[in-house]
């Protein structure tokens, strides 16, 4: 089963200083056919203003990442990490048993524009911790680049749940494969560009839900990036 979530599907909030969309329900938007899937429960693209930002705040048993697409995004935890993160940079939070941080644009000039992942974990009461790891565009020019794992295998980050998240730059000589495991389902988010995904076209912002499919082929693509969920059922 192919089910497509269009870029025009997804929530919008505009506060003025954080323009953002939701793929799932978050905050003030509630839409009770995406309420996630799977583990993955919150894929929200930000763009925020300069020099303003998300101020402290916490959360529990929660893998949080960030994937930046332009700018950058300075970080401070209550573990005591600071940071600022640019495009090619991940950075993953497992929340645990709790912690706080805040999330600013580092510039005084430019948006910072990123994706922000929640997945639930496998297990909780852990301790908090922190890590952040930089993936070049020449690694995932044609290819399915590991970029978050149960293991950290390839020098992915490791986030604690069952699943694995790819990133990918294609153009239009470029066509890949994944094979899905029995029992796995799969979630495409384009990021930018145009492609296809067993025959079915996604354009900027738009998503395909997987079920139920072996084999995964990506094809004629136009300037795309996208990040690519092997999920557990």
Do not use: C
């Not at 497509?4 to 200083?17: C, E, F, I």
């Not at 839409?31 to 303003?52: C, H, K, S, T, Y």
């Not at 993953?92 to 430019?110: D, I, L, P």
Request: glycine share 10%; net charge negative; hydrophobic share 35%.
């Amino acid at each position: 089963m192919l089910q497509v979530l269009k870029n025009s599907q997804r929530g919008a909030a505009d506060h003025g200083w954080l323009q953002s969309n939701h793929s799932f329900s978050f905050g003030h938007y509630y839409n009770p056919d995406q309420m996630g899937f799977g583990p993955l429960l919150v894929i929200n693209e930000d763009r925020v203003q300069p020099a303003r930002g998300f101020g402290t705040h916490s959360h529990e048993d929660m893998e949080i990442i960030s994937y930046v697409l332009s700018g950058a995004l300075e970080h401070k935890d209550s573990m005591g990490n600071g940071s600022v993160i640019h495009y090619g940079d991940v950075q993953r939070m497992s929340a645990g048993t709790g912690v706080s941080h805040s999330e600013f644009n580092h510039s005084s000039t430019e948006r910072v524009h990123f994706l922000q992942i929640w997945i639930s974990p496998n297990v909780t009461g852990i301790s908090p911790s922190y890590e952040e790891k930089h993936f070049d565009s020449a690694s995932k020019i044609g290819q399915l680049r590991l970029i978050a794992s149960q293991d950290g295998k390839d020098g992915s980050v490791l986030i604690h749940q069952d699943a694995s998240i790819y990133a990918s730059i294609l153009d239009s000589n470029a066509s890949l494969t994944h094979q899905l495991a029995q029992g796995r389902t799969g979630y495409v988010h384009l990021i930018r560009g145009q492609v296809e995904v067993n025959g079915i076209k996604l354009t900027t912002g738009d998503a395909l839900k997987i079920q139920e499919e072996s084999l995964l082929e990506f094809s004629n693509a136009v300037d795309a990036e996208l990040l690519m969920f092997d999920l557990p059922y």
